[in-house]
T-cell receptor
Framework: AQKVTQTQTSISVMEKTTVTMDCVYE???????LFWYKQTASGEIVFLIR??????ENATVGHYSLNFQKPKSSIGLIITATQIEDSAVYFC???????????FGLGTRVSVFP | EAAVTQSPRNKVTVTGGNVTLSCRQT?????MYWYRQDTGHGLRLIHY???????QIGDVPDGYKATRTTQEDFFLLLELASPSQTSLYFC?????????????FGPGTRLTVL
């Protein structure tokens, strides 16, 4: 069974700096996919970025990038040049090849201050 | 971009009441999902469907029924609501059930069972 753990409950950063948040996962599958979603203060949930387990290169989309360390079962999210609107709850999620749907972590709340 | 809408946005009912939550997506996606979000548990999959008339059981299906009447419409039914079903419910859709497909979420329905 798949399991996703986000140990950081909240992080506060100054605007224009870099924030890094952690996620570790458990799986028996050799092939799986890892996702990061963002939930804004209004409750909206949006997809940010994905990492395929068979790819060694870290995924990057805009000012989001991933730190994928497969031997450690770890997929960190890095946000560079943070903006006030990056304040949100960030969820790590995982899907194994034959899983029914996404398994989510409990989320990390990021607060960006001016 | 996918458009997923949910109604009602807020609902209050009493224990034993009958509740139907509605979800509609207008981007011709085949797969639709119902999740519940609770503090301490994150987002958990209740039911999902890969097309009209199809229904699949998720991770926390007890107390819930679902029905997919068309490609666009997916309903979650609580026939004997209990206080433990007080939660924030999200509907999501994806183009295919490829494990790497991103899911597009609706705005959520907050349900309170008194």
């Amino acid at each position: 069974a798949q399991k996703v753990t986000q140990t950081q409950t909240s992080i506060s950063v100054m605007e224009k700096t870099t924030v890094t948040m952690d996620c570790v996962y458990e799986t028996q599958d050799s092939s799986y996919f890892l996702f990061w979603y963002k939930q804004t203060a209004s409750g909206e949930i949006v997809f940010l970025i994905r990492q395929d387990s068979y790819k060694k290169e870290n995924a990057t989309v805009g000012h989001y990038s991933l730190n994928f360390q497969k031997p450690k079962s770890s997929i960190g999210l890095i946000i560079t040049a943070t903006q006030i609107e990056d304040s949100a709850v960030y969820f790590c999620a995982m899907r194994e090849n034959y899983a029914q749907g996404l398994t989510f972590g409990l989320g990390t709340r990021v607060s960006v201050f001016p | 971009e996918a458009a997923v809408t949910q109604s009602p946005r807020n609902k209050v009912t009493v224990t034993g009441g009958n509740v139907t939550l509605s979800c509609r997506q207008t981007n011709s996606h085949n797969y639709m999902y119902w999740y519940r979000q609770d503090t301490g548990h994150g987002l958990r999959l209740i039911h999902y469907s890969y097309g009209a008339g199809n229904l699949q059981i998720g991770d926390v299906p007890d107390g819930y029924k679902a029905t997919r009447t068309t490609q666009e419409d997916f309903f979650l039914l609580l026939e004997l609501a209990s206080p433990s079903q007080t939660s924030l419910y999200f509907c999501a859709s994806s183009e295919e059930d490829w494990v790497y497909a991103e899911q597009f979420f609706g705005p959520g329905t907050r349900l309170t069972v008194l």
